[in-house]
């Protein structure tokens, strides 16, 4: 049997709170400064939570045209702009031939729910009655009500016609989408695959049914310092936006081209609780399963891995869980191995998160910094690694783990590598 | 007003359906939501609904403490008891 | 260039190559809840008989939308199936697929408790969430205010939700998805299942579900101008038909477990119904470019993964957009792949309407208890083009016929296709 075909991240494109487009996307991490800010989205008035991490994205300042602009939902926005940056840094060219080999893997957690609720209003009359006024809808309702519409946006900005897929587990659909990505790598459905992922979700229903289940920061008076991962003071997470987009590549195929190689995906692993839909059992037992199903296809040994980007969500269950877990499957190495969470920095960004951070983890391996865990004073005795608190760490990185945890019982972890790096 | 065992009996059936285990019409005071079966996520909408149907903010309720049906109860009497003296 | 062509020569979905015959992907339980027949033996016997299940929509007041009929399901009670504390929290499909998947397992008499803890997985594949509970909740939201949105909303609408549950319930902590790709996902979580398989789970419940008969759903639906607004239920959806309009939705489930073959003989599965053996997907280029849609290239990808060829076919379960220039499309590809009329068509969701995520994975049990049974289920209400566009469409009752390999084709809208090949396994 051949060996498994190796993957390859040849280009990345990022649309972040106060980092759209890889540059600005990576100052803002490594500065540690809190992207969190009052809602200006909509008027959050009688919200619980009524902060978050926005992107200041006007969709005609970044290549979209005015019919782009009308017709693409915002999450939409966010993954064609991410794609073109992608696919620019990639220097790959979708000849006829390579489009039949391309696909696309896009992950989201609630797709157009922003334009959902907005045209829910338009329809309803402000909920005045459950019958709706189709008249009232406009012509792009459909595209909203079906996420795979982000998919059909992206392979026609990028000209694929191989598989496609939306791939949604809640949030972990960031890392799942460039996990199945791999896959239909690996196996030779496809020698390219534009992956990432996308979502904007701060807007009032979304805003309200976190509210409803207390799993947002109400630090409202002071926004900046509202999402603190492992903080003993953090109080629930804080709601993001964004999109990550990769182009990634058969090894074979990057080199033939003779692509940059950004980094390498080396493994993709994925567990479910089976638990509960939004609680964690503390003891981190299917996470832990999940990094070491990855570390083990990978041949990683726990104390090879340089940087842990962690879930990190700020919530009092996840951060102890996602401790635990550490320390089930690294061991000592657990103790020894820097973790961040740039949740501090950016919110959490539901579906689109895992992508991001995996874009963080490559840029990581790229620039030998380690970006910090923003607004962490005071540890929690109950999360007692290395955080890497406040201040980004100059650190060469060969070896990078991410780990995502997701409504739905989902735990998924990837690792990339340095490509020829020696381990 | 007052909140009873039966109140709060029929807003967690509208609420969360009825226990995992054991009857709720039984015997269910002292026994804990855990063990009926009502997850977390039960108990927050329940906490909504009787906010709703009763006009009393317990929206911050000390939900860690709050384990067992009488103590819910218990808790939302109180709280009614506080609004009431406000007033 | 014929870029279908140039595709099928490179290595592919891997089906063949990795697969030894102790690892094939076998069916080993099934279960469909669709509106012509809730559970596997009712919609199977309204299948073969050419029964239809599409109808005035009851599920509310449609008299002021210009669609009025649609494949609901009648008779359904969640809480007869499932534990009152869920349906609260609970969508429609959610309460649809966590019903299909129960009787899928035991179908299969396959309980996971006597597994691994890791051993089993869930796909699931759906279109439009929980369209119907968000709709509930925006409702609250904006004519009572952000506190009265229930903290099920939380989860219970997002297109991740249907997995999620079934794992909580059946206890499976194996790796586990969820695909959105419109009317095609059925297949593509089928696709997802033998990868699963292929890294050494044991088993995997997959399928589809979604339930888009809600004022939201038909709503958005409308908008994409490919709903039919025929009130005649017999004939508003009309695949291959000069009178062809547009489709008609419908609500269900179809969940199937699959295991390899050789564990399932070896635990002494009751039924083995067939075998996935190929698998193809592709997307079709923007409509401006000028080039050709890809559906005939996903069915050549399929059938070279299951290293069959056009004549190895005996039924094909097509798509049937009912759009002219859709259907045109189809038989177009059909004709090129086996030549004009040489192999049987059959349409059984002219029965049920689309089900979206449910859709092709109810295509799938329908090929293969049509494999088991002998039998090409037939296409109602539609089909008087069939012939002029060189198709052999199966219409006016059930169609006798051994059938080894069926090839299961489907579209989505804005370009995705997808193609499945099950076969019988002697």
Known sequence: ?423 | MNFSLDGLRTILRACAGEPENGDLDGEVAAITFEDLGYDSIALLETLSRIEQEYGVAVDEAPMDELTTPQALVDYVNSRLARETAHV | ?426
């Not at chain 1, 980007?309 to 951060?319: E, L, V």
């Not at chain 3, 279109?127 to 506190?147: D, M, T």
């Not at chain 3, 075998?275 to 059938?303: E, K, M, S, V």
């Open chain 1, 1 to 423: 049997m051949l060996p498994p075909r190796r993957v390859v991240i040849t280009g990345i494109g990022v649309v972040a709170p106060r980092g759209i487009g890889v540059k600005n996307f990576w100052e803002t991490l490594t500065s540690g400064r809190s992207a969190t800010r009052n809602i200006t989205a909509f008027d959050a008035t009688g919200f619980r939570s009524r902060i978050a991490a926005e992107c200041d994205f006007l969709p005609t300042e970044h290549g979209l045209t005015q019919e782009q602009a009308a017709r693409m939902s915002r999450s939409s926005q966010f993954a064609h702009v991410a794609a073109r940056e992608a696919l620019a840094q990639s220097g790959l060219e979708v000849t006829e031939r390579v489009a039949a080999r391309t696909g696309v893997a896009l992950g989201s957690a609630v797709g157009s729910v922003r334009e959902l609720d907005r045209l829910y209003r338009e329809i309803s009359g402000d909920g005045a009655s459950w019958e709706l006024a189709p008249e009232k809808a406009g012509p792009y309702l459909a595209d909203y009500n079906t996420p795979s519409s982000l998919v059909r946006e992206i392979a026609w900005l990028t000209g694929a016609q191989g598989p496609a897929a939306m791939i949604s587990a809640g949030c972990t659909s960031g890392l799942d989408a460039v996990g199945y990505a791999c896959e239909i790598l690996r196996e030779g459905s496809a020698d390219v695959m534009i992956t990432g992922a996308t979502d904007a979700p701060i807007t009032p229903i979304t805003v309200a049914c976190f509210d409803a289940i207390k799993a947002t920061s109400p630090h409202n008076d002071d926004p900046e310092h509202a999402s603190r991962p492992f903080d003993r003071d953090r109080d629930g997470f804080v709601l993001g936006e964004g999109g990550a987009v990769f182009v990634l590549e058969t090894a074979e195929h990057a080199h033939a081209r003779g692509a940059h190689v950004i980094a390498e995906v080396a493994a993709f692993a994925a567990r479910c609780n089976a638990h509960h839909m939004t609680a964690l059992r503390p003891d981190g037992r299917e996470m832990a399963a999940a990094i070491d199903s990855a570390l083990t296809t990978a041949r990683i040994a726990p104390e090879a891995i340089d940087y842990i980007n962690a879930h990190g969500s700020g919530t009092k269950q996840n951060d102890r869980h996602e401790t635990a877990a550490y320390k089930r499957s690294l061991g000592d190495a657990a103790r020894r191995t820097p973790v961040s969470s740039i949740k501090s920095v950016i919110g959490h960004s539901l579906g689109a998160i895992g992508s991001i951070e995996l874009a963080a983890c490559a840029l990581a391996i790229e620039h030998g910094v380690i970006p910090p865990t923003a607004n962490l004073h005071t540890p929690d005795p109950d999360c007692d690694l290395d955080y890497v608190p406040l201040v980004a760490r100059e650190q060469r990185v060969d070896v990078a783990l991410s780990v995502g945890s997701g409504f739905g019982g989902f735990q998924s972890a990837a690792v990339l590598v340095k490509e020829g790096a020696h381990r």
């Open chain 3, 1 to 426: 260039m014929n870029t279908g062509h140039t595709a099928a020569q490179e290595p592919t979905a891997a089906g063949r190559a990795a697969t030894h015959r102790d690892a094939l992907p076998v069916f080993t339980g099934l279960a469909v809840a669709a509106p012509n027949g809730l559970g596997t033996d009712a919609f199977w016997s309204a299948t073969r008989k050419g029964v239809g299940g599409i109808g005035p929509i009851t599920h509310f007041d449609a008299g002021a939308y210009p669609v009025r009929v649609a494949g609901e399901i009648h008779g359904f009670d969640a809480r007869e199936h499932i534990p009152s504390r869920l349906v609260p929290a609970t969508d429609r499909a959610t309460q649809l697929s966590l019903v299909t998947t129960a009787w899928a397992l035991g179908d299969a008499e396959l309980d996971p408790a006597d597994f691994g803890e890791f051993d089993g997985s869930v796909v699931t594949a759906n279109a439009v969430g929980g369209v119907e509970f968000i709709q509930r909740e925006l409702q609250s939201l904006w004519s009572k205010g952000p506190r009265y949105v229930t903290a099920y909303m939380s989860y219970a609408w997002f297109y991740g939700v249907n997995t999620g549950q079934i794992s909580i319930r059946h206890q499976l902590k194996g790796p586990s998805g969820v695909v959105v790709t419109g009317q095609v996902g059925g297949i593509d979580a089928l696709a997802q299942a033998r990868r699963r398989l292929r890294d050494g789970q044991r088993f995997v419940v997959a399928g589809g579900a979604d339930a888009p008969v809600c004022p939201y759903g038909l709503t958005a639906g409308m908008t994409a101008g490919n709903l039919s607004t025929g009130e005649d239920p017999d004939t508003a959806y009309a695949p291959f038909d000069r009178s062809a309009r547009g489709h008609v939705p419908g609500e269900g489930s179809a969940m199937m477990i699959l295991e390899p073959l050789g564990a399932a003989r070896e635990r002494g599965a009751r039924h083995i119904y067939g075998a996935l053996t190929g698998y193809g997907a592709t997307f079709d280029p923007h409509p401006a470019t000028g080039q050709p849609p890809t559906l005939a290239r996903a069915a050549r990808i399929a059938l070279d993964d299951a290293g069959l060829t056009p004549d190895d076919i005996d039924v094909v379960f097509a798509d049937g957009a009912a759009e002219a220039a859709a259907d045109r499309a189809e038989a177009t590809a059909l004709v090129e792949l086996f030549g004009p009329r040489r192999v049987p068509v059959t349409l059984p969701k002219t029965m049920t309407g689309r089900m979206y995520g449910a859709g092709a994975a109810t295509d799938v049990v329908s090929a293969l208890l049509a494999i088991r049974d002998g039998e090409i289920p037939p296409t109602i209400g539609g089909g008087d083009l069939a012939g002029e566009l060189g198709l052999d469409l199966v219409t006016g009752g059930p169609r006798p016929a051994r059938l080894d390999h069926a090839l299961v084709l489907a579209r989505g809208d804005g370009g995705f296709n997808s193609a499945a090949v099950v076969s019988r396994v002697p």
